[in-house]
């Protein structure tokens, strides 16, 4: 192999090469490359001197006789140099449903198995046409081969984890951060202490399979703004180039920033989107499966074939559960798991998982079973957004075992209980305890719940206690876009204002959001930038804000400092709590050698929760410790306009210590130090709208 600083030749000789593995693989000698066409009669492979050439330095092309197997079109070209870029081209019967076959012929594909992606040329608009051009496509790029990982047999649970939800371009690309390659896995490698000092154990990052940051509606173009979430893959091997400082070596960049999380004890999740591509439907672009097997990748209709079925939103759906396009899956995340060391998925839109070929929802689908039966992804989390744009909606009946799920339920109940909506306490306790009543019944446990009260998607938890209304017009769609139903409260004033009252009321409320998120049975999910009050100015659907918008802005003022100090002190409470991280569901019951009932509720009477009052805002709850040693915690929930008086169970010898009160000023909001905390007995008042947590002691 030679050095990526050889001069090219004029040409490379070529071998007939290997239908194993699909890609580009470096090996001794050279490179084989491999595609899966089923229709093609005949194949190219363009070769491109560098990620600037322009024109390829060598075409080879594939015969049936020599370089086809099966479906598969292979070539080995000996000594090609690293960094190299690639594209295929077909000819044949392609059936592409936009395109004559001639048409077809012409355009340039990417490589769905690429390791490295360079999109400099790209052009969608321009993969969209039938008169579609001959260069400016994507290419994939020939990196280095990673050294395989040896397996391992831990397994990655959630039991005891705090996930937090960033964006990789976004946590660092603001001015403010102060890192040598803002918007990198570079850049956010420097920002690792900051996650260590905030105890989160996980980091789920949005969409770093290489995206088209083109693929967003016309309007939106026309302002200059750009496909920001991700959630458009076209390269599902492949990182995002832009999140690379160089793509060509994007898995050794993004390897060294897993394992440099990994040494610091975070663990790392992808948010992944398999259920469409960046392909869209019938007037999107052309650039690998529709003409590689789009009658296999995408759900069509059936009676009329070059209509895309769209169960996602986005113009097309994979289509999961075809043997093919299951193994693809299966493979590409075994791939991020054994050679890229990732600790776990989030799927986007995952109820596709459950749909056949025409859109209808399968008893046992294959895809979500055979991805639990992996030996390499049985090892680690599957979390899924179990719902799609197509109204499938199964939550807590997600198929599978093991899966766990984002518990959009927990979301509304949590927000609105705490915007002051009355009745709900059953639901809102049900929620805290582990979403039984979802899980329980098929023997799931409280981890199979990922409770969040704010993601990506939607207000900010700044912005939900500070607006009644979405603000998204800098999306160019005149406030159209984005939910409705937000379920949030401005505290008196819709947006930014300076009275000091209405933002203390903010502040507290933050507090309590993520208060209960944190005293919750279950996986508690944060938004990054929330812990720091970070604002959207009311926009709630942010996909296309790759600006200060959506960026973190790391000169916190001192409200930002604050809450970042009371979210360091709640995770910290958690983690010296485990009855707030218990792997069962409460009982009611003492566990076997403790004295005291896992879990007893209460209203402002110990033992009297108001579960069937329509009008009541207040409930409290005593957990015991799991560890005979663990202190007891009491927690009350007062989301009246009014104080409350709360009777508190008595200890004995021992004294009940508030060791957190949202209503109070910082720093006297949580308290660090048991012994500095206040001593209640009896009975203690609990503020209008707030949180307390009392401490055995």
């Known amino acids: 192999m030679l050095s990526p600083e050889t001069p090219l030749q004029t040409r490379y000789r070529t071998q007939p090469g290997s239908r194993f593995p699909p890609g580009a693989s470096v090996v001794p000698g050279g490179v084989n490359f491999c595609v899966f066409c089923r229709r093609a009669t005949q194949v190219d492979l363009l070769l491109y001197a560098s990620e600037d050439s322009v024109e390829p330095f060598q075409v080879v092309s594939l015969t049936s006789e020599a370089n086809h197997t099966y479906f598969y079109w292979h070539v080995f070209v000996e000594d090609l140099p690293l960094r190299c870029c690639y594209t295929w081209r077909a000819y044949g019967p392609l059936g592409v449903p936009q395109m004559s076959d001639e048409a077809a012929s012409r355009v340039e594909l990417l490589d769905p198995q690429a390791r490295g992606v360079n999109d400099r040329f790209y052009c969608r608009e321009h993969a969209a046409q039938e008169q579609a051009v001959e260069r400016g496509a994507l290419r994939g790029i020939v990196t280095e ?48 202490p900051y996650l260590q000092a905030l105890g989160v154990t996980h980091v789920e990052l949005l969409p770093v399979m290489a995206f088209d940051e083109q693929d967003l509606p016309a309007f939106a173009a026309a302002r200059g703004l750009s496909n920001y979430w991700g959630y458009s893959t076209h390269s599902f091997y492949s990182a995002h180039p832009r999140y690379c400082v160089d793509p060509a070596c994007g898995p050794q960049e993004f390897r060294e920033f897993v394992d440099a999380l990994h040494s610091a004890g975070i663990r790392v999740l992808l948010d992944v989107v398999f259920n469409h591509t960046s392909e869209a439907g019938l007037n999107g672009p052309v650039i690998h499966f529709k003409v590689f097997g789009n009658d296999a990748f995408y759900q069509v209709d059936l009676s009329h074939p070059q209509h895309y079925l769209d169960y996602t939103g986005c113009g097309n759906t994979v289509n999961c559960n075809h043997p093919l396009v299951t193994a693809f899956i299966v493979r590409c995340l075994e791939y991020w798991v054994r050679d890229l060391g990732v600790d776990g998925f ?21 895809l979500p079973w055979v991805m639990e039966a992996s030996l390499v992804l049985a090892r680690v989390p599957l979390i899924a957004e179990a719902w799609d744009a197509g109204g499938l909606y199964q939550v807590g009946a997600f198929p599978g075992m093991a899966w766990a799920e984002w518990n959009g339920r927990y979301r509304d109940v949590i927000r609105r209980y705490v915007r002051g909506d009355p009745g709900l306490i059953g639901e809102v306790c049900t929620c805290m305890a582990g979403s039984a009543d979802l899980y329980q019944d098929d023997g799931r446990l409280p981890a199979n719940s990922v409770n969040f009260v704010t993601c990506h998607d939607g207000f900010t938890l700044n912005d939900l206690v500070s607006y009644n209304g979405k603000h998204n017009e800098a999306n160019g769609e005149d406030n159209r876009d984005g939910s409705n139903d937000n379920l949030s409260w401005n505290c008196g004033a819709e947006g930014h204002t300076d009275d000091r009252a209405i933002v203390d009321l903010r502040l507290r409320q933050a507090r309590n959001l993520m208060a209960i998120l944190l005293l919750s049975r279950g996986v508690p999910m944060l938004l990054a930038g929330d812990e720091t009050l970070r604002s959207q100015r009311g926009n709630n659907n942010a996909y296309c804000q790759d600006n200060a918008i959506s960026w973190l802005d790391w000169d916190f003022s001192a409200d930002a400092l604050a809450m970042l100090r009371f979210v360091r002190e709640m995770i910290a409470l958690r983690k010296r709590h485990a009855s707030l991280r218990g792997r069962r569901f409460l009982t009611g019951r003492p566990a076997p050698g403790h004295l005291h009932a896992d879990v007893t509720w209460h209203g402002e009477r110990l033992g009297a929760p108001a579960w069937h009052d329509s009008n009541a805002r207040f409930v409290a709850f005593t957990l015991a410790g799991l560890a005979p040693d663990e202190p007891l915690l009491h927690v009350i929930l007062n989301m009246n306009a009014e104080t409350r008086d709360a009777a508190l169970p008595p200890l004995g010898d021992a004294s009940w210590r508030r060791v957190v009160d949202t209503a109070a000023a910082p720093p006297s909001d949580i308290v660090a130090e048991l012994e500095l905390a206040r001593v209640e007995r009896g009975a203690c008042r609990v503020e209008a709208r707030s949180v307390v947590v009392l401490e055995s002691g």
Request: hydrophobic letters at 35%.
């Open 145 to 192: 081969p990673l050294s395989r990982r040896e397996d391992d047999v831990d397994i990655r649970t959630l039991d005891d984890a705090i996930i937090y939800e960033l964006h990789v371009g976004g946590f660092t690309r603001h001015p403010s951060s102060g890192v040598r390659h803002p918007g990198t896995f570079a850049g956010l490698i420097e920002k690792i």
């Open 346 to 366: 989030r799927f986007d839109l995952a109820s596709v998982f459950a749909r056949g070929e025409n859109g209808e929802l399968l008893r046992k689908p294959p």
